[in-house]
């Protein structure tokens, strides 16, 4: 019987689509403290926070570094490669059981835009009165439990965690518009458990649509040079006619595979027009046709210039 595909009711984890995240930005006053509430630093091992509590969610990453965190009625080992992500109103410890010149990466952030609160503190710390009115709460989809985990990918999430930081760090709106879309890719990295996440789809793989499989065929072709072959031997591997297997094609993609493959060509033949000084008869063989005549006429009627005058036209 044929597996039944996933619907996105039937997702593990299919709350991680309906949030927006936001990182925590920086206050006028904030500012003379810190340069972001997205940043990393090193973990020694004598590193320790003290008892307190956070407004908005903080989500912490753990490279070559150990760290143990004691909540109110619960604790957590953070082995290095693992990551967790603290709620707002908890008290919480952290301490540093081992580290290899170890780093912690962190994010002060919300699952979803919340208005603005001048006077929201980052967090309190014990012996001071928190303010529990103002905790930023997680919509009510988040699973309330906290988050703690391996990291699925380290390499790609501490890529993100640093992007995170270079993006915050100015304050300016463009980064921080950025920051939002880094953090929610970081967050789908941690938190993704979908079954499709660890079982890449190959390009062979005969379970892809007739449409990509195609594409797929087009794209090994044209990605180098080569002599031209006919549109149905490239295409003799998928026992339907010719015809057949264009309509489906161009239904998907809006063109024809011939079309697709030309359009790839040109681009490369734009490419070699402006940095080389190759003749146009060589770059139309370069690029896999073998008609530099052809080569013109498809060049123009795709670009809508003649090689030579797309050329005279960088130049002048």
Request: charged share 25%; aromatic share 10%.
């Amino acid at each position: 019987m044929q597996k039944k595909p996933l619907l996105q009711t039937d997702w593990p984890n299919s709350w991680l689509g309906k949030i927006s995240p936001h990182v925590r930005p920086v206050s006028k006053e904030d500012a003379f403290l810190v340069r972001s509430h997205a940043s990393f630093g090193k973990c020694p091992a004598h590193f320790s926070s003290p008892l307190r509590i956070i407004y908005d969610h903080e989500v912490i990453l753990y490279r070559n570094c150990a760290c143990s965190l004691e909540f109110e009625d619960e604790k957590f080992i953070c082995k290095p490669d693992t990551f967790i992500i603290i709620p707002p109103g908890k008290w919480h410890s952290e301490i540093c059981l081992k580290s290899r010149g170890g780093y912690r990466y962190w994010c002060h952030f919300d699952w979803q835009p919340q208005s603005p609160r001048v006077d929201s503190p980052v967090m309190t710390l014990a012996l001071n009165r928190p303010r529990y009115e103002q905790c930023h709460s997680a919509p009510d989809f988040v699973p309330p439990e906290i988050r703690h985990g391996a990291i699925p990918n380290p390499t790609r999430a501490y890529e993100l965690a640093k992007k995170l930081r270079e993006l915050t760090s100015t304050g300016l709106p463009h980064g921080m518009l950025l920051a939002g879309a880094v953090l929610h890719e970081l967050l789908i990295e941690l938190l993704d458990v979908s079954p499709e996440k660890t079982e890449p789809i190959q390009k062979n793989d005969r379970t892809l649509p007739i449409a990509g499989r195609i594409r797929h065929a087009l794209d090994r072709v044209s990605s180098k040079p080569y002599k031209t072959s006919r549109m149905s031997e490239i295409l003799s591997d998928f026992n339907y006619s010719y015809e057949h297997l264009c309509r489906i094609f161009k239904k998907a993609y809006g063109v024809s595979p011939l079309q697709y493959i030309h359009a790839q060509q040109m681009n490369r033949a734009k490419a070699l027009l402006k940095n080389s000084e190759l003749q146009v008869a060589e770059i139309c063989y370069s690029i896999g046709m073998n008609s530099p005549a052809y080569f013109t006429k498809t060049f123009r009627s795709l670009i809508g210039k003649t090689p030579s005058d797309y050329r005279r036209g960088l130049r002048e």
